[in-house]
Nanobody
Framework: QVQLVESGGGVVQTGDSLRLSCVSSGRYPTMYVMGWFRQAPGKEREFVAGINWTGAMTTYADSVKDRFTISRDNSVNTIYLQMDSLKPEDTAVYYC?????????????????WGQGTQVTVSS
Protein backbone atom coordinates (compact mmCIF):
# COMPACT_ATOMS: atom_id res chain seq x y z
CA GLN A 1 0.00 0.00 0.00
CA VAL A 2 1.22 3.48 -0.89
CA GLN A 3 0.54 6.48 1.24
CA LEU A 4 0.79 9.96 -0.25
CA VAL A 5 0.53 12.97 2.04
CA GLU A 6 0.29 16.48 0.66
CA SER A 7 1.10 19.68 2.54
CA GLY A 8 1.72 23.35 1.89
CA GLY A 9 -1.71 24.56 0.89
CA GLY A 10 -3.20 27.76 2.22
CA VAL A 11 -4.87 31.07 1.49
CA VAL A 12 -2.89 33.59 -0.54
CA GLN A 13 -3.50 36.63 -2.67
CA THR A 14 -3.27 37.01 -6.43
CA GLY A 15 0.35 37.07 -7.53
CA ASP A 16 1.67 35.25 -4.46
CA SER A 17 3.58 31.97 -4.42
CA LEU A 18 3.11 28.65 -2.64
CA ARG A 19 5.06 25.42 -2.60
CA LEU A 20 3.23 22.15 -2.18
CA SER A 21 4.95 18.98 -1.01
CA CYS A 22 3.95 15.34 -1.27
CA VAL A 23 5.69 12.61 0.71
CA SER A 24 5.26 8.98 -0.29
CA SER A 25 5.65 6.03 2.04
CA GLY A 26 4.66 2.42 2.47
CA ARG A 27 5.45 -0.88 0.78
CA TYR A 28 5.09 -0.41 -2.94
CA PRO A 29 6.79 -0.92 -6.29
CA THR A 30 8.96 1.98 -7.33
CA MET A 31 6.77 4.99 -8.07
CA TYR A 32 8.55 6.04 -11.19
CA VAL A 33 6.10 8.77 -12.10
CA MET A 34 4.34 11.27 -9.89
CA GLY A 35 2.01 14.10 -10.62
CA TRP A 36 -0.22 16.86 -9.37
CA PHE A 37 -3.90 17.26 -10.17
CA ARG A 38 -6.46 19.74 -8.91
CA GLN A 39 -10.20 19.88 -8.49
CA ALA A 40 -12.24 23.05 -8.10
CA PRO A 41 -15.79 22.98 -6.70
CA GLY A 42 -18.23 21.65 -9.26
CA LYS A 43 -15.49 20.72 -11.72
CA GLU A 44 -13.72 17.52 -12.69
CA ARG A 45 -10.26 16.72 -11.43
CA GLU A 46 -7.72 18.07 -13.90
CA PHE A 47 -4.07 17.45 -14.63
CA VAL A 48 -1.56 20.05 -13.47
CA ALA A 49 1.94 18.60 -13.81
CA GLY A 50 3.81 15.30 -13.99
CA ILE A 51 7.40 14.15 -13.54
CA ASN A 52 9.34 10.98 -14.22
CA TRP A 53 11.75 9.21 -11.87
CA THR A 54 14.88 11.17 -12.76
CA GLY A 55 13.15 14.51 -13.08
CA ALA A 56 14.39 14.86 -16.64
CA MET A 57 10.89 14.51 -18.06
CA THR A 58 8.20 16.93 -16.94
CA THR A 59 4.86 17.86 -18.44
CA TYR A 60 2.45 20.67 -17.59
CA ALA A 61 -1.08 21.76 -18.30
CA ASP A 62 -1.16 24.81 -20.55
CA SER A 63 -2.92 26.79 -17.84
CA VAL A 64 0.05 26.54 -15.46
CA LYS A 65 3.00 26.35 -17.83
CA ASP A 66 5.61 29.02 -17.05
CA ARG A 67 4.07 29.63 -13.60
CA PHE A 68 4.31 26.23 -11.89
CA THR A 69 7.35 23.98 -11.51
CA ILE A 70 7.28 20.32 -10.50
CA SER A 71 10.36 18.70 -8.99
CA ARG A 72 11.28 15.69 -6.88
CA ASP A 73 13.83 14.58 -4.33
CA ASN A 74 13.99 10.79 -4.36
CA SER A 75 16.27 10.72 -1.32
CA VAL A 76 13.32 11.82 0.81
CA ASN A 77 10.52 10.36 -1.34
CA THR A 78 9.07 13.81 -1.95
CA ILE A 79 7.77 15.77 -4.89
CA TYR A 80 7.11 19.48 -4.94
CA LEU A 81 4.96 21.91 -6.86
CA GLN A 82 6.27 25.46 -6.85
CA MET A 83 3.38 27.74 -7.77
CA ASP A 84 4.17 31.33 -8.71
CA SER A 85 2.01 34.18 -9.96
CA LEU A 86 -1.07 32.53 -8.52
CA LYS A 87 -4.47 33.49 -9.88
CA PRO A 88 -7.97 33.11 -8.42
CA GLU A 89 -8.66 30.40 -11.01
CA ASP A 90 -5.91 28.30 -9.41
CA THR A 91 -8.15 27.86 -6.37
CA ALA A 92 -8.77 24.14 -5.89
CA VAL A 93 -7.92 21.09 -3.87
CA TYR A 94 -4.54 19.86 -5.10
CA TYR A 95 -3.89 16.12 -5.18
CA CYS A 96 -0.63 14.23 -5.43
CA UNK A 97 -0.64 11.06 -7.54
CA UNK A 98 1.83 8.26 -8.20
CA UNK A 99 2.24 5.24 -10.44
CA UNK A 100 4.80 2.64 -11.40
CA UNK A 101 4.73 3.35 -15.13
CA UNK A 102 7.77 4.99 -16.70
CA UNK A 103 6.36 8.14 -18.29
CA UNK A 104 4.08 10.67 -16.58
CA UNK A 105 0.54 10.64 -17.88
CA UNK A 106 -1.91 13.52 -18.08
CA UNK A 107 -5.09 11.72 -17.10
CA UNK A 108 -6.41 10.49 -13.77
CA UNK A 109 -6.44 6.93 -15.09
CA UNK A 110 -2.64 7.12 -15.52
CA UNK A 111 -2.11 7.06 -11.75
CA UNK A 112 -2.98 4.30 -9.34
CA UNK A 113 -2.29 6.00 -6.02
CA TRP A 114 -3.65 9.27 -4.68
CA GLY A 115 -3.26 11.51 -1.66
CA GLN A 116 -6.07 13.16 0.28
CA GLY A 117 -5.44 16.62 -1.13
CA THR A 118 -4.54 20.06 0.17
CA GLN A 119 -6.63 23.19 -0.30
CA VAL A 120 -5.22 26.17 -2.16
CA THR A 121 -7.27 29.36 -2.15
CA VAL A 122 -6.21 32.43 -4.10
CA SER A 123 -8.11 35.61 -3.30
CA SER A 124 -8.41 38.51 -5.70
Amino acid sequence: QVQLVESGGGVVQTGDSLRLSCVSSGRYPTMYVMGWFRQAPGKEREFVAGINWTGAMTTYADSVKDRFTISRDNSVNTIYLQMDSLKPEDTAVYYCAADSRLQPGRTTSSYGFWGQGTQVTVSS
